[in-house]
C-alpha cells in the first residue's frame, strides 16, 4: 500500500448511514465516494462504522496512509468484473506453487520448515480433499488436479469481499494454504505472519537483522492486519 499525499480535511464529523441495503460513510451527512465515484459502502455495519472511525480520527490534514479500512473497501468497490475475477485466480495460481511446498536444502531450516508448515498443508489438503505435494529447493512440483479444484470450490464459495481480502493475504504471505487458513481454521494471525516469514526469521538469526529489512518486515505486517481486520470486519 503506498503513501498518497494529504489534504484538508473538509468535514466535521463521519457517521455509518443506511444505504442500498448496506451501510455508506457519511460526511457532514454527504456520502462519501471512492476515487472512482462510487459510494464508500459496505454491506456490513461493522465495517462502515470503523471506516467512519477512521475519518473521524483525521486532523486538519487527511492522511490515507493512516486509514487502511477506507482505502481497502474503495479498491474493493473500483475493481471491475475482470479484477474481480482475478482474485480468486490469485489465489489458485499461489496454491500451484504454494511457498509451503518447497523446502530448503539446508536441513536444519528444512526441518523448521517441515515442523511448522506440514500441519497448515495436512489441514488444507483434507479440506480440498487432497494432499499437497512437497518438493525440495526450487525444482517445481506439480499439485494434483483435484486438489486444485477443491480449493477453488472453496474459494468460488465466498463472498466477494472475502475473495478480495483473501487474495491480498496470500500475496502478502506468498502462501493460499495460509491465506484460507485464517478464515477456513480460524488460526492464530501470528502462528501464520510467523510461518510465512520463517526463511527470513531463519536468515535473521544466523546473520541478523538490518534496519532496513526490519522496517520491510514492520510494513509487510500493517499490511497484514489491516487486512486480516477488513476480512473479519466485512465478513
Known amino acids: 500500500m503506498s503513501e498518497t499525499p494529504k489534504v484538508k480535511r473538509f468535514y466535521e464529523a463521519a457517521e455509518a448511514m443506511p444505504h442500498d441495503g448496506g451501510w455508506a460513510v457519511a460526511l457532514d451527512g454527504r456520502k462519501a465516494k471512492t476515487p472512482r465515484r462510487a459510494v464508500l459502502a459496505a454491506k456490513a455495519q461493522p465495517l462502515a462504522g470503523a471506516m467512519a472511525e477512521e475519518w473521524n ?32 485466480r490469485t489465489i489458485l495460481a499461489y496454491a500451484r506453487s504454494d511457498l509451503l511446498c518447497y523446502r530448503a536444502e539446508d536441513p536444519a531450516l528444512a526441518k523448521r520448515q517441515a515442523d511448522c508448515w506440514q500441519p497448515f498443508l495436512d489441514a488444507a489438503g483434507e479440506r480440498a480433499g487432497g494432499r499437497f505435494a512437497v518438493t525440495e529447493g526450487v525444482i517445481a512440483v506439480a499439485q494434483p488436479d483435484d486438489l486444485i479444484e477443491g480449493l477453488e470450490r472453496q474459494v468460488s464459495g465466498r463472498a466477494e469481499e472475502e475473495r478480495f481480502a483473501l487474495a491480498l493475504l496470500t500475496q502478502i504471505t506468498g502462501s493460499a494454504v495460509l491465506a ?33 529489512a526490519a522496517e520491510r518486515e514492520a510494513a509487510l505486517r500493517a499490511d497484514f492486519d489491516a487486512v486480516l481486520r477488513y476480512l473479519r470486519l466485512a465478513a
Not at 492522511?63 to 480468486?88: H, N, V
Not at 480460524?186 to 544466523?206: C, H, K, M, N
Open 57 to 88: 480520527g483525521q486532523g486538519e490534514t487527511l492522511d490515507m496512509g493512516a486509514m487502511p479500512l477506507t482505502r481497502l473497501q474503495g479498491m474493493f468497490l473500483d475493481a471491475d468484473a475482470e479484477a474481480r475475477e482475478e482474485w480468486a
Open 180 to 212: 484460507v487458513a485464517l478464515i477456513e481454521d480460524d488460526a492464530d494471525e501470528d502462528a501464520i505472519f510467523a510461518a510465512s516469514r520463517l526463511d527470513e526469521t531463519y536468515q535473521a538469526e544466523r546473520w541478523g537483522v538490518d534496519a532496513e
